[in-house]
DNA sequence: AGGCGTTATATTTTCAAAAAAATAACGTAG
DNA sequence: CTACGTTATTTTTTTGAAAATATAACGCCT
C-alpha cells in the first residue's frame, strides 16, 4: 500500500488535480468560462461582431449563447440595438455584472480547492 | 445589487453549481469517470471486451484509453493476455485499485463542495 | 490442424458539430 | 434613397471525432 498516488506514475511526470465548473440552469450548462468571457468582451467593445472576433468565435456561436442567457434570464443580460448611428451595438446589464464578479469569486473558490487537493497527491 | 444570483433567472428555474474533476498527468487529462468506470468493469468481467461492451464504448476507445494509462504509470495498470484457454483477458493492478479509491475519495469531497456552492447561489 | 475468444491495430465509413457563406433587416446620417 | 456597420437567421460546406469494419496474432483445447 503506497501512501501517495505519486508512486504509481512514471518519475518526473507533473501531477495535478485540474477540473472545471459551471452554473446549470434548469440541469443544462449556462454560465461558464466561455459566456462570462463573451460578455465582458461585449462590455468593453459594445459588440457582439468585435467580441466574437477576438475570441475567434463565429458571430452565430456568440448570438446562440447571448440568446441562451437571455431566454433563462428575467431581464435581458444583453441589450441590443439593430441599425442606428454606428450601424447598432450591444450592452450587457447590471445583472450581467453581477453574475460575472459572482462567477470569479467562484472559481477563486474552486482554484484553491484544486491546488488543495493537488498539494494531496503527494509531492 | 440585488443579494443573490437567483433574483437574476426566471422564475421557477432550478439552479445549481455543477463540474467535472480529473487528475492531470503533464498537462494532459489522464484519469477522470470514464477511466475509472472502465477500469472497474474489467474487474468484474476479467475482459476488455465485455467491459467496452457493458459502457457501449468501442473495443478501441477502451484499448485507448488503457494504452494511455499504462504508457503513464511506471507498472502497468491493466495487463492483458492475448490467447490462451478462454481466448484470454485483462487483470488490473492493485496500484489500479489504489488509484479507483482515490479518485473515489476525490469526487466525494468536490461534491461537498459543489453542494455547499450551490447552497450559496440563494433559495 | 482448426476453432474459439480474446487482444491489438489499421482502414474505412458515418455522422454531427463547427465553420463559412449568404441573405435580410434595421436605423441613422449624409 | 443610398451607404454603412451592426444584429438576426438560414443555408451550405467543411472538418474532425466517433463508430463500424476488417485483419492479424496469440495460445489453449479438442
Given at each position: 500500500m503506497t501512501k501517495s498516488i505519486r508512486g504509481i506514475?512514471?518519475?518526473?511526470?507533473?501531477?495535478a488535480?485540474?477540473?472545471?465548473?459551471?452554473i446549470e440552469c434548469n440541469g443544462e450548462r449556462f454560465f461558464g468560462p466561455g459566456p462570462?468571457?463573451?460578455l465582458e468582451r461585449i462590455n468593453e467593445t459594445g459588440s457582439i461582431n468585435q467580441a466574437?472576433?477576438?475570441m475567434?468565435?463565429?458571430?452565430?456561436?456568440?448570438?446562440?449563447?447571448?440568446?441562451?442567457?437571455n431566454a433563462q434570464s428575467s431581464s435581458p443580460l444583453v441589450v441590443t440595438q439593430t441599425g442606428g448611428a454606428s450601424g447598432g451595438g450591444s450592452v450587457?446589464?447590471?445583472?450581467?455584472?453581477?453574475?460575472?464578479?459572482w462567477h470569479r469569486s467562484l472559481r477563486n473558490r474552486f482554484k484553491t480547492?484544486?491546488?488543495?487537493?493537488?498539494s494531496k497527491l503527494g509531492l
Open positions: 506514475l512514471k518519475k518526473n511526470k507533473s501531477l488535480v485540474n477540473g472545471s465548473i459551471w462570462v468571457e463573451l466574437a472576433k477576438q475567434k468565435m463565429s458571430y452565430k456561436k456568440a448570438w446562440e449563447i447571448i440568446n441562451m442567457l450587457i446589464s447590471a445583472e450581467a455584472k453581477e453574475l460575472i464578479a480547492f484544486l491546488e488543495k487537493e493537488t
